[in-house]
Nanobody, 117 residues
């Protein structure tokens, strides 16, 4: 079982920035892909950004140019930096990892991001 601990959410004004962190309880080298998803009230969970072990990065169109996903292998941590935040970015943000060998997915508990206008 892999534990994911997210942090960095909170209340921020429109136009502001924040950085989310997700620390994994296992070696990052056992992880195939790490990503951030979000779910707004009444909406489906959607991909925000993901990075594979090979360094391939994918961003949702809605955050391209405003988000940066990165991995710190030494800390088994993935980060999501978001700039120029908009009220529509308000959601619970979840970290997800996919394991290299088993292809199992694990989710974090979620962290609330609220952007005020």
């Amino acid at each position: 079982q892999v534990q994911l601990v997210e942090s960095g959410g909170g209340l921020v004004q429109a136009g502001g920035s924040l950085t989310l962190s997700c620390a994994a309880s296992t070696s990052i080298f056992s992880i195939d892909a790490m990503g951030w998803y979000r779910q707004a009230p009444g909406k489906q969970r959607e991909l925000v950004a993901a990075v594979t072990s090979g360094g391939i990065i994918n961003y949702a169109d809605s955050v391209k140019g405003r988000a940066t996903i990165s991995r710190d292998n030494a800390k088994n941590t993935v980060y999501l930096q978001m700039n120029s935040l908009k009220p529509e970015d308000t959601a619970v943000y979840y970290c997800k990892v996919r394991m290299r060998l088993t292809k199992n997915d694990y989710w974090g508990q979620g962290t609330q991001v609220t952007v005020s206008s």
